[in-house]
């Protein structure tokens, strides 16, 4: 147990002795720095059932602690708040506990408790971009931190690989392309692919606007323009089967997936298990007629096939149209019982897609309960705001969307151009600074995504994000090569380096922060896993950098006269870093040895 889990098993016991009450929970929050303390047991939520003055029950509580605990000397009261002074020694105790533990904060792999993680889920009529990259980081760093608290992880996407919209970049290369290939473009397989969905665009518009001099009205135009019409054609042909069709659909998806693999692998991410609509679109028919015989479903007068939601203070949703052909509702409920039979062991999956999906998720998830699947209670809907640039949305029919692989560059070459500034690079080789540059930039991308609630909307700055100073990556990553130089300059040797702390030695007050901060790595890899939120690993790694820059300005490590104080502070250190590259590694950030 940690000292909190402590102080509450004897909080409750205190309040049990003194009152005859049966205390149901305790609230603590950290001490404010103003006050003295280490841990705040709040009062006031305890007036619903233990009755009086608040700082009078904080001073029985209080007292009662500092006799009964040998970890707590001391107390204040300050209005409802009890602020605990905890000693020395437990904090001594503990970083000894912890300080060779390579895995600490990190549980062991449940067999049971499997999860199926999806995310990416591009369509393959362009390049990722920027908005994917969001998707992508989150997923997988989801997933990274389900794996660190115990669950068995199956990573997956379901690729968007049919429908109008591929064919639409199908026929502009058919008709535009004059045989044009990857190779012989030198352009990545998704990139050429997506150049010709925005020519697609470009003619239908021109089209557009052509019937409509014309005299036809605009949404006549829209639904007639003769590329709309060739586009929906071939889609035709393509779900005939049609072999010219086909072979194309082929040719051209085959140049795109080894283009999201480029940058997959640039991005840093990984997949255990591919999906395909044009394998699962079919998929959901057999379950909807069996919820037809079970009355989930309703049949309507023209054919079509519907679930009544309103009881649950949602609507009407179709899941099979009339003429028997699936909506998206149908294949994705088809798609997740199709997972649970590739993964049995799985007893949840988590849904990394853009918030505009909301609605449907909670139909989704809603239907699959109804139809008696006990794994729909562990469905999560990971959902997550737009990523905007500070010229405004992108657009991908109009090719103005910022693409991965662009924005991996640039990200690379501003990390290049702010490191050759600070001048700190002259004993590199050329591909030590090219790698280093590399996991600079990407760091700052990553982290300045994932520091944000996934909630939340962000405005991407890719200037602002790679900034050695403040709540950004390379801030972190600076620290972490600082702490490895500091190792380097110690040169302790193994022994040195295991040598327990004396359980008597009296902690500087910025020692004892950093283990206090230390203590909670594993409650906070928790608190993420349970709400899907990398940002909570990647604010705690900068508090946890914040306090130990401030434990390296006013603490000497190596320069220390006494011998045991000093391998402390390097052990400590060494700790800090171990700790910094695990919450990374958690949201798939490197960390150099050397800045």
Known sequence: MNIQEVIQT????????????????????????????????????????????????????????????????????????????????YYTKFFNSI????????????????????????????????????????????????????NKVYKTQIINDRGIHICKSMLAWQMFGNGETPQ?????????????????????????????????????????????????????????????????????????????????????????????????????????????????????????????????????????RADGTAVYMTQDIGTAIQRVKDFPDIGGMVYTVGNEQDY??????????????????????????????????????????????????????TAAKISQELGKLDDYSEEEKQKLYRIIGLGALKYYILKVDPKKRILFNPEESVDFQGNTGPFIQYTYARIQSILRKANLSANDLLNPLKKDLELHAKEKELIKLLEIYPETVQLAAENYSPALIANYSYDL??????????????????????????????KVGEVIKSAFQLLGIEVPVRM
């Open 360 to 413: 449907h998720f909670k139909v989704l998830f809603l239907i699959l309960k109804k139809l008696g699947y006990s794994w729909a209670e562990h469905l999560y809907h990971l959902s997550y705001g737009m990523v905007d640039l500070p010229e405004g949305k992108m657009k991908s029919r109009e090719g103005t969307v910022v693409d991965a692989d662009d924005l991996i560059d640039e990200m690379t070459n």
């Open 545 to 574: 950098v914040k306090e130990f820059n401030s434990f390296y300005q006013q603490v000497s490590i190596l320069g220390e006269s006494e011998e045991a104080i000093r391998i402390f502070r390097v052990q400590l250190a060494k």
């Open 184 to 320: 012989s473009t030198g352009l990545k397989g998704d990139k050429l692919t997506g150049l010709y969905y925005v020519k697609f665009d470009q003619v239908y518009k021109k089209e557009v606007q052509d019937l409509i001099a014309s005299g036809m009205d605009k949404i006549q135009a829209e639904r007639e323009a003769p590329m709309l019409l060739k586009a929906q054609k071939m889609l035709r042909k393509w779900e005939a089967g049609d072999s010219e069709v086909v072979s194309l659909w082929k040719k051209m998806n085959g140049w795109v997936y080894d283009g999201f693999d480029k940058t997959y692998a640039n991005l840093g991410v990984d997949f255990d298990k591919l999906y395909y609509e044009s394998e699962t679109y079919l998929l959901g028919k057999d379950v909807i007629a069996e919820g037809i015989e079970n009355g989930i479903f309703y049949i309507k007068e023209d054919g079509s096939v519907w679930i009544d939601l309103t009881d649950e203070g949602l609507d009407e949703k179709i899941v099979l």
């Open 10 to 89: 004897k909080v409750i016991e205190a309040v049990a002795s003194i009152y005859n009450i049966s205390l149901p929970t305790v609230e603590f929050q950290p001490t404010r720095k103003d006050f003295e303390g280490d841990i705040t047991l709040v009062v006031f939520p305890m007036l619903r059932y233990v009755k009086g003055n608040p700082e009078q029950i904080g001073i029985q509580i209080g007292s009662y602690l500092e006799r009964e605990l040998n970890e707590v000397q001391g107390f204040n009261v300050i209005k409802g708040f009890l602020n605990l002074v905890i000693s020395d020694s």
């Open 99 to 150: 300080k060779d533990d390579y895995s600490y904060g990190r549980k062991h792999e449940q067999e049971s408790n499997a999860v199926l993680v999806e995310y990416s889920s591009p369509n393959t009529n362009k390049p990722l971009h920027l908005g994917h990259i969001r998707n992508n980081l989150l997923g997988y760093s989801v997933a990274e931190i389900l794996k660190a608290n115990g």
